[in-house]
């Protein structure tokens, strides 16, 4: 049986600012990466009926939020447009060419999407560090794909330089929290 410390063994918080996030699929997305999250996790409850009131108990069924990320827009436009021709090859809004042209640029070698469906989609590691920077545990998402990404809005009034960031909200099949091994924690 596992004994429990009598003490708190570390006394440092986990900072906000300690993260690195990689994404296969979109490398220059990830490397300009300014902002992300863990996701919330939701279990659904069903209730057993009593001759007295209605009494939870857990589901079976578990939900995982969105995983959201903000990054630095590069002047080529280059890592805004990964993420955008993702979602138009997903939806090939003008033609099925563009599902086409997704599927051979995947970081696996191309296949037929029936079959397997990793063009499509990418894992993504979101790296927690400690208090000094280091590599303290994984976020590991599993089939990522993106859903929506903010609009760059141009304003010719602005006095001030603000360099543009773009939201990409992500669903996917399921994270995992591990250590550095990528065992579970």
Known sequence: MA?????????????PVGFKFNLKR?????????????????????EQPNYLRQIPIPGDMMDFGDLNIRFMVDEDLKNFMEIQNWIRGLGFPESVQEYRDLAGSGPLPRRDYVQSGDDIYSDGTLQILNSNFNAKFNVNFKDLFPVSLTTLTFDATDTDIEYFTADATFKYTAYELTNLQNEPL
């Open 26 to 46: 979109s490398p220059g997305a990830a490397f300009f990466c300014n902002q992300a999250n863990i996701p919330d996790i939701s279990l659904g409850v069903t």
């Open 3 to 15: 004994t429990r410390p009598s003490q708190i063994e570390n006394r440092n918080f986990l900072a």
